[in-house]
């Protein structure tokens, strides 16, 4: 419940701060515009399966983020609320269960929608942040004809494959460094959590529960305010 109230308390300051930065500017204010690359590693597990291993991911992505930020006058406080939207191919090794049925899973991208807090030393600024995330990827399974045994030899020949989007939570923080009056540079941590949803891929697969334990991410970027 605490990362949607920030989220909530950070737009309803950026939007009610205007008149006050009118009177006494302040130097983290401001819409911004920007963009970002990163790395990300992130683990699947299939509850429904217990003899499947937790699979382990990673890959780059890069993306562009758009937000606000409001400076309470008279001191380093710093309420904001920014989006963003990453793609990648972040992918790992396929998976065999031992009976001829191949799985595999990728995300091909993300976002986040969150508010921010932080306090300006300066020119430097560190901060955390927290709201709401989405992803869309997929997941798959397939047989080879002429097995021996198992599923795959009572079913036959398939590939079937789930495109799907989730919802879930982002959490982390992070530090602004301002270059000059318009332009800052950041680094930043960021958890995605996405929980487990039971997949349909088809009338020849088998439900597969899949949970995304979280997608922990790393990314640096740049900011352009006006």
Same mark, same amino acid.
């Given at each position: 419940?605490?990362?949607?109230?920030?989220?909530?308390?950070?737009?309803?300051?950026?939007?009610?701060?205007?008149?006050?930065?009118?009177?006494?500017?302040? =130097?983290?204010?401001g819409f911004y515009v920007g963009?970002? &690359?990163?790395? @990300?590693?992130?683990? /699947?597990?299939? !509850?429904?399966? +217990?003899t499947s291993p937790t699979q382990?991911?990673?890959?780059?992505?890069?993306?562009?983020?758009?937000?606000?930020?409001?400076?309470? =006058?008279?001191?380093?406080?710093?309420?904001?609320?920014? &989006?963003?939207? @990453?793609?990648?191919? /972040?992918?790992? !090794?396929?998976? +065999?269960?031992?009976?001829?049925?191949?799985?595999?899973?990728?995300?091909?991208?993300?976002?986040?929608?969150?508010?921010?807090?932080?306090?300006?030393?300066?020119?430097?600024?560190?901060?955390?942040?927290?709201?709401?995330?989405?992803?869309?990827?997929?997941?798959?399974?397939?047989?080879?004809?002429?097995?021996?045994?198992?599923?795959?030899?009572?079913?036959?020949?398939?590939?079937?494959?789930?495109?799907?989007?989730?919802?879930?939570?982002?959490?982390?923080?992070?530090?602004?460094?301002?270059?000059?009056?318009?332009?800052?540079?950041?680094?930043?941590?960021?958890?995605?959590?996405?929980g487990t949803e039971t997949h349909?891929?088809?009338?020849?697969?088998?439900?597969?529960?899949?949970?995304?334990?979280?997608?922990?991410?790393?990314?640096?970027?740049?900011?352009?305010?006006?």
């Amino acid at each position: 419940m605490a990362f949607p109230i920030l989220v909530a308390v950070s737009v309803a300051v950026a939007l009610s701060a205007g008149a006050a930065q009118a009177q006494q500017p302040t =130097p983290w204010a401001g819409f911004y515009v920007g963009a970002h &690359a990163g790395w @990300s590693d992130w683990t /699947l597990a299939r !509850p429904d399966d +217990k003899t499947s291993p937790t699979q382990a991911f990673d890959g780059y992505f890069g993306g562009a983020q758009i937000g606000y930020d409001a400076q309470i =006058p008279n001191t380093g406080i710093v309420l904001g609320v920014v &989006a963003d939207y @990453s793609i990648g191919e /972040l992918s790992g !090794p396929t998976y +065999k269960d031992g009976t001829y049925i191949t799985v595999n899973s990728e995300i091909d991208a993300f976002g986040t929608l969150r508010g921010r807090l932080g306090f300006a030393m300066g020119h430097f600024m560190p901060y955390v942040t927290g709201g709401a995330a989405w992803m869309k990827g997929s997941t798959s399974e397939s047989c080879p004809a002429g097995a021996l045994g198992g599923h795959c030899k009572a079913v036959g020949a398939y590939a079937e494959t789930d495109n799907f989007s989730r919802w879930g939570w982002a959490y982390g923080g992070g530090a602004e460094i301002k270059l000059a009056d318009h332009i800052s540079i950041f680094a930043e941590y960021l958890r995605l959590d996405f929980g487990t949803e039971t997949h349909d891929l088809g009338p020849k697969s088998w439900d597969r529960e899949v949970k995304i334990d979280g997608i922990d991410t790393v990314r640096s970027g740049v900011n352009f305010k006006f």
